[in-house]
C-alpha cells in the first residue's frame, strides 16, 4: 500500500456561517449532501461542523491534486459518520470514477473545529 496523497485545509467558521446566512439553501445544496446537512443540524451549532466539512472537502481534492471541479464537485464528497463517530469519506460519481481509475483503496480523514476554525487533514492510499 502506499500513499498517493495527502491534503489540508483550515477554514474559518464565520465565513460559513456567512455564507449561510447570505445564501441560505442555495449554498448548503452546493456543497453539502442531504445527509451532511442532517448530522450538522443535529447538533447545537450546525455551521461548526460545516466548515470542518467544508475544509475536508477542500482537503481531499487538493490530495487528489485536483481542486474542486471538473474531476469531481462538491457534492460528490461526502463526509459521513461510522457508528463509531469516526469520519469516513464516501465518494461518489465523477469523484469515485477518478479514484477508481488511480488505484485508491482508502481515502482517511481527520476533522476538527474551534468556534473559529474548521480543519481536516486527508491521506490518500493505493
Not at 30 to 56: C, G, Q, V
Request: glycine share 10%; charged share 25%; no cysteine.
Amino acid at each position: 500500500m502506499n500513499i498517493l496523497g495527502v491534503g489540508m485545509d483550515i477554514v474559518e467558521t464565520k465565513r460559513i456561517a456567512d455564507s449561510i446566512e447570505r445564501f441560505g439553501d442555495g449554498f448548503l445544496h452546493r456543497i453539502f449532501t442531504e445527509d451532511e446537512m442532517a448530522y450538522a443540524n443535529s447538533m447545537k451549532f450546525p455551521h461548526l461542523h460545516l466548515a470542518a466539512r467544508f475544509a475536508a472537502k477542500e482537503a481531499i481534492s487538493k490530495a487528489f491534486g485536483t481542486g474542486i471541479g471538473h474531476e469531481m464537485g462538491w457534492r460528490e464528497l461526502e463526509i459521513i459518520r461510522e457508528p463509531s463517530g469516526a469520519p469516513r469519506v464516501r465518494l461518489h460519481g465523477k469523484a469515485e470514477d477518478f479514484a477508481k481509475a488511480r488505484g485508491v483503496q482508502a481515502v482517511h480523514v481527520s476533522l476538527s473545529h474551534t468556534a473559529d476554525y474548521g480543519a481536516a487533514s486527508v491521506v490518500i492510499v493505493g
